[in-house]
C-alpha cells in the first residue's frame, strides 16, 4: 500500500491478488484508523481472500477479523458499484470525540468512492500488534465485471460479465478506455473461443488454454497495453480495412519428419 494524492486509474481485468493506494486516512483520539485502499478504478466482480502482509485473514460477517488479528482489524470489502453505506458515520460527527453536531466527518458526501472497489480498514491498537509498522494489506479480486463477451453471432447477441478470456479483455479495454465502437471490430469469437479451449496438465486436469489476469495502470500508453494484451493469448490486434481484427494464433506444431533425403 502507498500513499498518493493523485493515483493512477488502475483495471483489474481476470484474478489477481492486489493492494493499491491509500485513497483516505483517518486517526482517532481512541487510537483507531481508518483507511481506504483502493484495489481496482472499476466495479470489481468479487473480492476473495484479505492478507495481511502474506497471512490470510479470516473474517466474519461483519467484517470483523478472526483469529490472530481478533478485535485489532476489520475489513470491509467494496465492490464499486455504489457508495458503501459503512461510510456514513465518517461523514458524521464522532460522538465519543464530543464535536458539536454542526461539525461534520473527515469526509463529505461528495466523497462516496462510487466505481471505485477496495477494503475499508480499521485498525484498533494496531502499533501494539504490528510493532508500529503499518500493516500491508492486499485482496484476491475478480476484477473488472462489465466486460463485452461473446459475439454479434452469438444467440441474443453480446453479453455483458466478467471474463478473464484475454481477448475479450482486449476488446472491453479498446472500447471502455480508447473509445472505440464495437460496430468497428470484426467477428472475434473464433479467438474468444480458441483461448477457452480447455488443455491437459501433466499433473492432471484441465485448464484455460489463455487467461488474462493482471492489472492496466493510465500511465501505461495505449500500444503498450495492447501488445501485452496480445502476447497474453499468442495472437494479433491489427486495424485492417477499417475494423479493428483480434487473432489468436494457434499453437505450431513443433515436430519435424526425419528421413535420409533431409
Known sequence: NFRDPIPYRRILYGEARVGGPILFAHSEPNNEVHLFIA??????????????NDDIVPI???GDATGTYANVVTVHRILGDASPAILTPLRQKFIHEG???SVGGPISDTDNFVGIAGLYVVLRRWSRKFSGEQPEFSAVVQGFNTI??????DPGGYGFGYSSNPVECARAYMVNVMGIPISRFADASAAIAYCDEL?????????????CNGLVLADQTHEEVLEAFANSFAGAIRYVGGRWVI???PTEDLSTVVSEDK
Do not use: M
Not at 478504478?41 to 468479487?46: H, I, P, Q, R
Not at 488443455?199 to 487467461?211: N, Q
Open 39 to 52: 484495489l481496482s478504478s472499476t466495479l470489481v466482480e468479487s473480492i476473495g481472500d484479505i492478507y495481511i
Open 60 to 62: 466474519d460477517g461483519n
Open 99 to 101: 464535536i458539536d453536531d
Open 148 to 153: 463485452l463477451t461473446g459475439s454479434l453471432s
Open 199 to 211: 488443455v491437459a496438465l501433466k499433473a492432471g486436469g484441465t485448464e484455460k488454454r489463455y487467461t
Open 247 to 249: 487473432t489468436s494464433k
